[in-house]
């Protein structure tokens, strides 16, 4: 089964740095077949003949643990939840010069939409929705800094998301189908 690797936290204002070329070895020397990093911020594209996700989600935490010398959280989605998720982001939406449209993908104990209770945002400043897997934010870009999303860093429910903006999110997911 084709995977995504979402690494939490790392290469983030200098710290918990990894570095690509590295943690490929990694994931290569954990038998994944078909490994490829996208971008810096931790995506790591891999084919596994294992089912069990939480077994190699574990494996995974601990081989980047033992490699690198700090506690990485590695969420794993497959191409079908990938292409929900990204499919459920308006076409119109972007990360660019006029708007910030992130995904905030949830870790299985809070992946349910009553999230969004929990989440500090002004409905009339910024669009945000759950999909299964995930958050999805669309903020002007005048209005970013105003957000009140920003106030979960730092907050329990903050340690179980790992956030990319939804350019990158599509693109694993072209990746993910185009190497699959």
């Given at each position: 089964m084709r995977y995504v690797a979402l690494l939490r936290g790392i290469n983030v204002g200098g710290a918990n740095k990894v570095d690509m070329?590295?943690?490929?070895?990694?994931?290569?020397?954990?038998?994944?077949?078909a490994v490829r990093t996208y971008i810096n911020s931790g995506n790591v594209l891999f084919t596994a003949e294992a089912d069990d996700r939480a077994e190699l989600t574990a494996?995974?935490?601990k081989d980047i643990r033992d490699r690198?010398?700090?506690?990485v959280g590695v969420l794993l989605r497959d191409g079908d939840e990938m292409r929900a998720i990204t499919e459920a982001i308006p076409q119109d939406?972007?990360?660019?010069k006029d708007m910030k449209c992130d995904v905030l993908f949830l870790w299985e104990d809070i992946d349910d939409p009553a999230i969004l209770?929990?989440?500090p945002?002004?409905?009339e400043m910024e669009d945000v929705f759950?999909?299964?897997?995930a958050v999805v934010r669309r903020v002007d870009r005048k209005n970013a800094a105003k957000s009140k999303l920003t106030r979960i860093v730092g907050t329990p429910i903050y340690k179980r998301i790992t956030i990319r903006n939804c350019n990158t999110a599509r693109k694993l997911l072209v990746l993910m189908e185009s190497e699959g």
């Amino acid at each position: 089964m084709r995977y995504v690797a979402l690494l939490r936290g790392i290469n983030v204002g200098g710290a918990n740095k990894v570095d690509m070329k590295q943690l490929k070895a990694v994931f290569e020397a954990a038998g994944l077949s078909a490994v490829r990093t996208y971008i810096n911020s931790g995506n790591v594209l891999f084919t596994a003949e294992a089912d069990d996700r939480a077994e190699l989600t574990a494996r995974l935490e601990k081989d980047i643990r033992d490699r690198f010398g700090f506690a990485v959280g590695v969420l794993l989605r497959d191409g079908d939840e990938m292409r929900a998720i990204t499919e459920a982001i308006p076409q119109d939406w972007a990360d660019n010069k006029d708007m910030k449209c992130d995904v905030l993908f949830l870790w299985e104990d809070i992946d349910d939409p009553a999230i969004l209770e929990q989440l500090p945002y002004d409905a009339e400043m910024e669009d945000v929705f759950y999909v299964p897997g995930a958050v999805v934010r669309r903020v002007d870009r005048k209005n970013a800094a105003k957000s009140k999303l920003t106030r979960i860093v730092g907050t329990p429910i903050y340690k179980r998301i790992t956030i990319r903006n939804c350019n990158t999110a599509r693109k694993l997911l072209v990746l993910m189908e185009s190497e699959g």
